[in-house]
């Protein structure tokens, strides 16, 4: 029983869903804050977030006659179950609540599926523009998971190890990895760009371009769905960026801090930049960022 | 194997309706149509029953961006047929009216350029310093939009010591903003890849689709009303037609950045060299029964209007045709072969302005209807 309570905790309360949540969406709120600070505006309040997903909530979720529903309603569920677990797994501070001996593997192939889901929304939503997000993300997912999972096993393979836990505790001992592997850390961390749909490869979702990109035909709830993982997004893979290369933390505030410098080097980027069309951005990632990641790959596994 | 892509009637790429089916096979654009006329106010028809006075206002507004472009054009061809001349100061503030209007106009366009291609923090650092294009105008004519500062045979206000003063502190700042957008263009590599080689008009496609302004000069047109053709006081104005040979979005791009320089050069020349005496005629003639034709260069190209004359104070006919009815000419051409990534940036890069007529289309996707109503099936109730 007890079991069960700590699961649901861990799965729901922290560092589950609701503390993912509010932590992505400050996250967020801050992207969108110091971007408009950049350019000259305003900038929505720090709840602007919440209040879009109690908006999105409360509207009617309209299915096209063209799509094939079912599908259209897994998709955002898919990718929101896989980031829940992630967020679960991930440890904040030094400890992991769920963590094991594999959850690396597990938490490339978690973070791969909001990339799937984008891929089958667009598929399914009877749209055009859906369909060129979807093959859109299809082909920079294409190109920018070989680095990005190259870059993350650089290293596992330097300590012979899968488990996150394991990686954060090493780095607590004998220093960050950023120090030791840069080339792989600036791999990854431009993976995360069109990982988290940032300029200047969020091609897929080009509003003036294709409208919303896979999400074109999306509305209420279903929508919302979509909006919850995108919070999550702002949580989980700067989490995981700072546990594998920055040295995760010993106590959570620590850890904010840590993802907080990610969320805003990322931030700057996505503002400095217009947006790739979406061949120059595959043949950016595999002109520049593959060969880092692999220089850095081959180095952990002949010289660690 | 193509599919159609429907960009339109609304779109976050384009700032009016407009519809542009394109023919795509995946990424690729292989064909298309274009349709306008969302937007039909019947203007032309508006105008033969109001005066010739309160048609200056009205044809301010057919484009909110390129208004006294509008009126000046029209006032001059009412002009030439009352066969008057305004006062030399009026033409040297329609002058000046004329080239601010014209840097903030590029200014947005820049802006709404920047923005096609996901670089919205250079849209909105251009929209901001637009602002001391339109502080300019706000102190000559005291509007931002719709300046109102036309009137047949001269204009309606004038320009003081002070207001000099003012606009030429004004421009001081937007040569710098200029320089500091010629950087961005030179520097910046992404922004290179998305406009370099895009959406080519060749010299020959451009005189063969009759293109104008910028589009035309972009190619290598070398055409420019202001010079070939002077009215207001340009004549005695010196300046440069900045011409490109490239035919592709950066070289548009580039004539525009280079017309920003000479539209700040031409103000600082008219306001130093403003003569003095009366701004507007004191006697206005009736018109004489009979035909104008008036032309000048507006931000998008050369503008025409035409105008008839029975002797009254109403216009019996006027025709106005605006650069984008020939530019729009040129995007199917410009589009076909590029990727739809492109689409939107190579249609911003000619700076459109829809407006004309056109039908109702009512398509039921369940049973793959298409079918087309006429305004006269509208107006007798036939649609179910």
Redesign the interface.
Known sequence: MIEVINLMVGLLIYPGLAFSLAIGGVFYWLYRKVRARLQARIGPPWYQYFMDLIKLFSKESVIPYSSRGAAMVLAPIFSLTSLVLVAAMMPVGSESIFGFDEDLIVTLYLLAIPGLAMIIAGNVSGSPYGSVGSSREASIMVGYELPYVLSALTVGFHLRSLSISRIVSYQLESGAFFMKYPLATLAFLMCLLPKMGRRPFDAPEADTEIIGGPLTEYSGLLLGLFEVANGLKWFVIPAFTVNMFFGGAANPIEFLAKCLGVVLFLSVLDIIHPRYRIDQGFRFFFKWILPLALIDFVRSLIWP | MS????IGPF???LKEAAYIKLE?D??RVVGGDFKVGYMHRGIEELATRKTYHSNIFLFERVCGICNTVHSTCYTQTVEALMGIDPPERAKYIRTIVFEAERIQSHLLWFGVG????????????MW?EREHALEILESICGKRVNFGINTIGGVRRDITPEKQRLIKTKLDILERTIGKIGKILVE?K??E??VKGVGVLSKDEARRLCVVGPTARGSGVDIDTRRDDPYAAYQNIDFDVPVEEGGDVLSRTLVRLKELTESVKIIRQATAKLPKGPVASESLPLPTVGEAFGRVEAHRGELVYYLRSNGTNFPERVKVRTPSVVNNNSILPMVVGE??????IILASIDPCFSCTDRVTVLD??KNIEKTYSFSDLRRGRIK
């Open positions: 599919s159609i892509l429907p779109h976050p790429a795509v995946g990424e920047m923005h096609e291609i996901g670089y919205d923090t250079a849209y909105m650092y901001r910046d992404v922004l890849a998305r990727t739809i990534a492109d689409v939107p996707t369940g």
